[in-house]
């Protein structure tokens, strides 16, 4: 991926930022050795600002969308209380048994409930009211994945939305996910129901507040 700081400086962040558990480590490099598309692995920043917002609101149900080999999955996990559960889903059966093989080894895995099936779907049978939602599944889906999930977040609930920024290309924004990622950013800029603020950490975290 293009880095929308420079190279130096985001290592610089990365390396003064805390460490993830040794298994992340391990499920990253080996994502980025044997996985094809492995860019599409959350950084280090970005997993443990997950966890972190997790832990500072003491999140107990969460909703993950788009989980390929489980990284992000995990790092939610870890934030949410020890009675905490994560539904997470992919459509890939092959990146499913990737994470579910780490999520076995981990000692939040027990926490992780994989669907492997559409997001849409994976909405649909939500029934708790969610605390926390990460959506980091095909762009062009973003708009009808916050519509579809935003009534089922309680007040106070937190959503964060990966590659906000897509690489900088919304600032110009010609092919179709970096249209339908703009579209979404002015969206949720003018959505009375929430409030938001983008973060430049790696490709732009949305980072949504429910009112
Ligand atoms: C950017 S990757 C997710 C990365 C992951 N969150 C992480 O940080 O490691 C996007 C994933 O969304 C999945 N995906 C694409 N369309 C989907 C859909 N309609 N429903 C569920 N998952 C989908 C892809 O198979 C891919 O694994």
């Not at 080894?105 to 605390?131: F, N, W, Y």
């Amino acid at each position: 991926m293009r880095f929308l700081l420079n190279e130096e400086i985001e290592g610089y962040a990365e390396r003064h930022t805390s460490g993830e558990p040794a298994l992340l480590a391990e499920l990253s490099a080996f994502t980025w050795q044997e996985m094809h598309s492995p860019q599409m692995i959350s950084s280090r920043c970005s997993g443990r600002l997950l966890t972190s917002l997790c832990q500072i609101m003491g999140a107990r149900f969460a909703l993950e969308i788009g989980m390929f080999t489980g990284y992000s999955a995990l790092s939610i996990a870890e934030g949410l209380l020890p009675e905490g559960k994560l539904i997470t889903c992919d459509i890939s059966s092959e990146f499913a048994k990737t994470a579910q093989g780490y999520f076995e080894q981990s000692p939040v895995g027990h926490k992780i409930d994989v669907r492997i099936q559409d997001a849409r779907k994976t909405i649909e049978e939500i029934t708790h009211e969610l605390d926390f939602v990460f959506i980091d599944a095909d762009k062009v889906s973003y708009q009808a994945y916050y519509s579809a999930v935003l009534p089922k977040v309680r007040r106070g609930g937190v959503l964060v939305v990966d590659n906000c920024l897509w690489s900088g290309k919304v600032l110009h924004p010609r092919d179709a996910d970096s249209l339908a990622i703009s579209e979404f950013n002015s969206f949720v800029a003018r959505d009375e129901r929430v409030s938001n603020v983008m973060l430049t950490v790696r490709d732009g975290l949305n980072l949504i507040i429910k009112k």
